[in-house]
């Protein structure tokens, strides 16, 4: 167990070795996305990450952080923002380092409550003591070889929409999709956040990116661009940014993390559009996954995913009376969270 603030510090070099040779680690595992989350949520709590070793390698990582309300709680750090918050290990030490966690939390005293929030079911887990509450699905395409191989298997009308790429908007350069350069995050990521809004403004809700998501969000943005894993694309008309797709890249997989586009220009279907060109560059660079990260709304069902990943939040009481009563209360409060999450995700994307 590394105890701390500066436990990030003390382990960033092999925890990025880590990921690297981690088929369980996705973008919310790296030491980017949550030493950033941990500056910029965690000011509050105290970070425990548990470090799994094998003589001196480090072979598996869970983080991990206490907080202090009306209970003491120890949640996995990125919780709210990340979408997989289960714990990675190193290729073939899998089961290991499940069972190293678990015997670590099982000897937690200084907490009341153990939170933990999505955890992927095809991730080990020592379940036994835990209450169990589905929490999210997440739809996952198989991708075939060829772009061409996948418009294939869309509907007529998906089909229709996708290959407007194709038109003579896209081949007069009067509309193009870009992929933000290194040197212009800020401004591909402002661009993100203002159509994120316009869309949400016209449900009358906020969106993902309120407080301090935005600066979270850009700080990662440009530890992840030089890491490789961020994708951010501007779909662009006549000069004009009307839309934005947020995506991430690590190892054979994409993730699809957010987007936003201007609903006045809903005719041309922006969101579709820069969906459809995400997945054929993760198809043209060789990926075999494309996740499209939590909720299972209508809209990513037509993009064809093959697999639904179901992520849980595992809850145990440690204290017997204040323990109890957080249980309770957060059990319940989990149907309060999916039913408001559902109104936040939306039904459609353009």
Same mark, same amino acid.
């Given at each position: 167990?590394?105890?701390?603030p500066?436990?990030?510090?003390?382990?960033?070099?092999?925890?990025k070795?880590?990921?690297?040779?981690s088929?369980?680690?996705?973008?919310?595992?790296?030491w980017?996305?949550?030493?950033? !989350?941990?500056? @910029?949520?965690?000011?509050?709590?105290?970070? @425990?990450?548990?470090?799994?070793k094998h003589?001196? #390698?480090?072979?598996?990582?869970?983080?991990?952080?206490?907080?202090?309300?009306?209970?003491? +709680?120890?949640?996995?750090?990125?919780?709210g +923002?990340? %979408? /997989?918050? @289960?714990?990675?290990?190193r290729?073939?030490? $899998?089961?290991?380092?499940?069972e190293?966690v678990s015997?670590?939390?099982?000897n937690?005293k200084?907490?009341?409550?153990? #939170?933990?929030?999505?955890?992927?079911?095809?991730?080990p887990?020592?379940?036994?003591? /835990?209450t169990?509450?589905e929490?999210?699905?997440?739809?996952?395409?198989?991708?075939?070889?060829? =772009?061409?191989?996948?418009?294939?298997?869309? +509907?007529?009308?998906l089909?229709?929409?996708?290959?407007?790429l194709d038109?003579?908007?896209?081949?007069?350069?009067?509309a193009q999709?870009?992929q933000?350069?290194? &040197?212009?995050?800020?401004?591909?990521?402002e661009?993100?956040f203002?159509?994120?809004?316009?869309?949400w403004?016209?449900r009358?809700?906020?969106?993902?990116?309120?407080? *301090?998501?935005?600066?979270?969000?850009?700080e990662?943005? @440009?530890?992840?661009?030089?890491?490789?894993y961020? !994708?951010?694309?501007?779909?662009?008309?006549?000069? $004009?940014?009307?839309?934005?797709?947020?995506?991430?890249?690590l190892?054979?997989?994409?993730?699809? =993390?957010?987007?936003g586009? #201007?609903?006045?220009?809903?005719?041309? +279907?922006?969101?579709?559009?820069?969906?459809?060109?995400?997945?054929?560059?993760?198809i043209? $660079?060789?990926?075999?996954?494309?996740d499209?990260?939590?909720g %299972?709304?209508? /809209?990513?069902?037509?993009?064809?995913?093959?697999?639904?990943?179901?992520?849980?939040?595992?809850? *145990?009481?440690?204290?017997?009376?204040?323990?109890?009563?957080?249980?309770? !209360?957060?059990?319940?409060?989990?149907?309060?969270?999916? *039913?408001?999450r559902? *109104?936040?995700e &939306?039904?459609?994307?353009l």
């Amino acid at each position: 167990m590394v105890s701390g603030p500066d436990g990030f510090l003390q382990l960033e070099t092999e925890w990025k070795e880590l990921v690297n040779d981690s088929p369980s680690a996705t973008p919310f595992q790296t030491w980017e996305w949550q030493s950033t !989350w941990a500056k @910029h949520f965690g000011r509050r709590g105290r970070f @425990h990450l548990i470090a799994v070793k094998h003589g001196n #390698d480090l072979v598996g990582l869970m983080s991990l952080m206490k907080t202090q309300g009306a209970w003491k +709680s120890l949640r996995a750090v990125g919780t709210g +923002s990340s %979408d /997989y918050l @289960h714990a990675i290990a190193r290729n073939g030490y $899998e089961h290991a380092v499940s069972e190293a966690v678990s015997e670590s939390l099982s000897n937690e005293k200084d907490a009341d409550l153990i #939170d933990l929030h999505q955890v992927r079911e095809d991730k080990p887990f020592a379940e036994a003591g /835990y209450t169990a509450i589905e929490q999210a699905r997440c739809l996952v395409l198989t991708l075939p070889p060829t =772009y061409d191989d996948y418009l294939k298997t869309l +509907s007529k009308s998906l089909r229709y929409d996708v290959k407007r790429l194709d038109k003579d908007l896209f081949k007069t350069g009067r509309a193009q999709v870009t992929q933000v350069a290194e &040197g212009e995050i800020d401004q591909g990521m402002e661009r993100l956040f203002e159509t994120h809004k316009k869309r949400w403004r016209k449900r009358g809700l906020p969106g993902a990116f309120i407080g *301090r998501g935005e600066a979270f969000h850009k700080e990662w943005a @440009h530890l992840a661009a030089s890491r490789g894993y961020l !994708w951010l694309s501007l779909l662009k008309i006549d000069g $004009e940014t009307i839309g934005a797709i947020y995506a991430m890249t690590l190892g054979s997989a994409c993730y699809y =993390y957010q987007a936003g586009f #201007d609903p006045s220009q809903g005719s041309i +279907s922006p969101g579709t559009l820069l969906v459809a060109a995400t997945i054929k560059r993760a198809i043209e $660079e060789g990926k075999q996954a494309f996740d499209f990260l939590r909720g %299972d709304e209508p /809209y990513k069902m037509r993009w064809k995913a093959q697999k639904v990943l179901c992520n849980r939040r595992f809850l *145990r009481a440690i204290t017997p009376v204040t323990g109890q009563v957080a249980l309770r !209360w957060n059990g319940a409060g989990s149907v309060v969270e999916s *039913r408001v999450r559902a *109104r936040l995700e &939306g039904r459609g994307i353009l």
